[in-house]
Antibody, heavy 121, light 110 residues
Framework: QVQLVQSGAEVKKPGASVKVSCKAS????????MHWVRQAPGQRLEWMGW????????KYSQRFQGRVTITRDTSASTAYMELSSLTSEDTAVYYC??????????????WGQGTLVTVSS | QSALTQPASVSGSPGQSITISCTGT?????????VSWYQQHPGKAPKVLIY???KWPSGVSNRFSGSKSGNTASLTISGLQAEDEADYYC??????????FGGGTKLTVL
């Protein structure tokens, strides 16, 4: 069965970076693109960016442009999301989500369990 | 880009129907039939209910239905059940290979 398993919770200081991993299983990793979505405590879902896992191309939300980097290791069926220059406003649960469909007709059919990133001095 | 606009909360009694709106712009909802809807229970990851405005993914109840008119998409839940109490989010393709979510709507089943 399809599973997306994310790395564990992180506590970071302001100004630091965090890298969250998302290991996929149960399907061919490069067949589906991977998106990252975050949710601050009590707040809405916020789309951050995505990667075409077949060719490595990425696109990021303007809100995070310059601070977020999505990468992959196809041999490990794992996607990564790195966010730099963290502030307290980046405290959130970060999700990876598999996109089903043909671009741009994507919808997110499987989600990771979420990774809580806490930014605190 | 700004979040799509959803009502903060809606409520209904068991068995009733409710509708949640999702208003965007001509750069997202209005230009593409690429709106999806997600249900999120507290502490859980979202679950897709509807894609491409009105299509059902495999395994999703047809009590959930979607539509769109102009810049506004809607999710209707019929035959409300206690387990439908959750947060609901719309999501739309929004030009230049980006996507945008709505602000979320909390559904209370009375």
């Amino acid at each position: 069965q399809v599973q997306l398993v994310q790395s564990g919770a992180e506590v970071k200081k302001p100004g630091a970076s965090v890298k969250v991993s998302c290991k996929a299983s149960g399907y061919t990793f490069t067949t589906y693109s991977m998106h990252w979505v975050r949710q601050a405590p009590g707040q809405r879902l916020e789309w951050m960016g995505w990667m075409n896992t077949a060719n490595g191309n990425t696109k990021y939300s303007q809100r995070f442009q310059g601070r977020v980097t999505i990468t992959r290791d196809t041999s490990a069926s794992t996607a990564y999301m790195e966010l730099s220059s963290l502030t307290s406003e980046d405290t959130a649960v970060y999700y990876c989500a598999r996109a089903r469909g043909i671009w741009p007709s994507y919808y997110f059919d499987y989600w990771g369990q979420g990774t809580l990133v806490t930014v605190s001095s | 880009q700004s979040a799509l606009t959803q009502p903060a909360s809606v409520s209904g009694s068991p068995g009733q129907s409710i509708t949640i709106s999702c208003t965007g712009t001509s750069s997202d909802v209005g230009s593409y039939n690429l709106v999806s809807w997600y249900q999120q229970h507290p502490g859980k990851a979202p679950k897709v209910l509807i894609y491409e405005v009105s299509k059902w993914p495999s395994g999703v109840s047809n009590r959930f239905s979607g539509s769109k008119s102009g810049n506004t998409a809607s999710l209707t839940i019929s035959g409300l059940q206690a387990e439908d109490e959750a947060d609901y989010y719309c999501c739309s393709y929004a030009d230049s290979s980006t996507w945008v979510f709505g602000g979320g709507t909390k559904l209370t089943v009375l």
